[in-house]
């Protein structure tokens, strides 16, 4: 399957999340506190895309679906696309840009804290989503820095975790999901050295000794 015909489409689907709330807040939808369910719910999107995007490598071996991994740059741009909104709604609509108000936020409030932990990790990785980074960058370098991904997961897993006080269905969701997603790098990553392991071991063949016959 081409790529190409598939990214229109979920471009679009993307972004629907935001279309929904930007209807609601002009529909006045959104409940009694609208400021509060647009910043969650953001925040919500970018979270989904995060393990939407660390979904692609396992559905992709899975399948054999080659083509999913030209997908995975577009989702991953779009988890910090809702990461930036979630923050920017924070930063404007809940402190009005107070910057002691939300220094004072940030140091005591620990979910706070790891969110912006968290946006300041996934930062580099949004600026070097294109093929002039990584030709800058060489392969390896660019792969070990958006390992950090996974590093990101956990603390936005965590920051959503904590800020959920009542309901912990939806946490344990999250941090399930991404269990099963970390476990199978994990996993393959074993058996690959294993498998590394093995053939380094194994006995040298050696060639065949032909006896030369020379006649008089």
Known sequence: MNPLFLK??????CLAPL??????????????????A??????????????????????????GWAWLGRLRRM?????????????????????????PAIARDILKRPFITVGMISFALLLPLAATSNAFAIRKLGGRRWQELHRSVYAIGL???LHYSWMVKADISRPLAYASVLGVLLGLRVWWRVQERNR?????????RRGRVIPIVVRK
């Open 75 to 99: 989702l991953g741009l779009f988890v910090f696309f809702y990461a930036s909104l979630h923050l920017g709604t924070y930063l404007w609509f809940d402190q009005f840009f107070d910057w």
């Open 8 to 13: 229109p489409p979920l471009f679009l689907a």
């Open 38 to 63: 647009v910043t969650r719910g953001l925040g919500d999107w970018a979270l989904n895309f995060l393990l939407i995007t660390l979904a692609v490598t396992p559905l992709r071996k899975l399948s």
């Open 155 to 157: 603390l936005a897993v």
């Open 196 to 204: 590394q392991l093995a053939g380094a071991y194994l006995p040298k």
């Open 19 to 36: 279309a929904y709330y930007a209807w609601g807040a002009q529909a006045e939808t959104l409940g009694a506190n609208p400021i509060e």
